[in-house]
């Protein structure tokens, strides 16, 4: 089983993912224009906070970190949606918390927490235009596909097919997307639920 380096290295593919499908989420965002440069800080001060956590030596308590990077996003991010991941950092922390290695056995609890972190956490339910088309999908994918014993990399890949089905899905939404600021978003692929789909492709 790995050490908690291997809990840097997948933010750190997030991150980075994120930073490559920047401006595609930025001009998804017909608001604001600034979704894209939203995941992408806030993930790199969930990376960064990982980092230092972790050193060099690979040794800490996973859940505990998770837990003070949930704090640092929870402090410092921006966006609609930072507040919703940190929360779902904290679920994962309280599944993974005592953990001082971190392995492919451990990807499960880790997206069961961000999604039922994103659920507590509120926002529009599945189905309705937001981030949960593509999180509840996508996971639930996983999670089955690993419940009923397939291998890592058949899960992974039914699991992606299900993040961008579901992000392109919400420009299905009848009531389209939003904060209620009286646009018409009918038609719109939701910019949060294609974050979230880039961080789950990370």
């Given amino acids: 089983m790995a050490d908690a380096r291997s809990l840097v290295a997948i933010f750190e593919a997030i991150?980075?993912?994120?930073e490559q499908d920047r401006d595609d989420l930025n001009q998804l965002?017909?608001?604001?224009?600034?979704?894209?440069?939203?995941?992408?800080?806030?993930?790199?001060l969930v990376t960064e906070s990982l980092q230092q956590q972790v050193g060099e030596s690979g040794e800490v308590d996973v859940g505990a970190a998770l837990g003070q990077a949930a704090q640092v996003l929870r402090d410092g991010g921006q966006g609609a949606t930072a507040s919703i991941y940190a929360q779902g950092l904290d679920e994962a922390a309280n599944r993974l918390r005592g953990q001082s290695s971190f392995g492919l056995d451990d990807l499960?609890?880790?997206l069961e927490?961000?999604?039922?972190?994103?659920?507590?956490?509120?926002?529009?339910?599945?189905?309705?235009?937001?981030?949960?088309d593509v999180l509840l999908p996508a996971i639930g994918s996983y999670s089955e596909a690993k419940?009923?014993?397939?291998?890592?990399?058949?899960?992974?890949?039914g699991a992606l097919l299900e993040t961008r089905r579901g992000a392109n899905g919400t420009a299905r939404s009848s009531t389209g997307y939003g904060r209620g600021s009286g646009r018409d978003t009918a038609g719109e692929v939701d910019p949060g639920a294609a974050a979230a789909a880039s961080l789950l492709e990370g």
């Fill in 108 to 110: 499960l609890p880790l």
């Fill in 29 to 44: 965002d017909r608001d604001d224009q600034d979704t894209g440069d939203n995941m992408v800080r806030n993930f790199r």
């Fill in 147 to 157: 419940r009923n014993g397939q291998g890592d990399l058949e899960a992974v890949l």
């Fill in 113 to 132: 927490g961000l999604l039922g972190g994103a659920q507590q956490a509120g926002g529009a339910p599945g189905g309705q235009g937001g981030l949960l």
């Fill in 15 to 18: 991150t980075q993912n994120l």
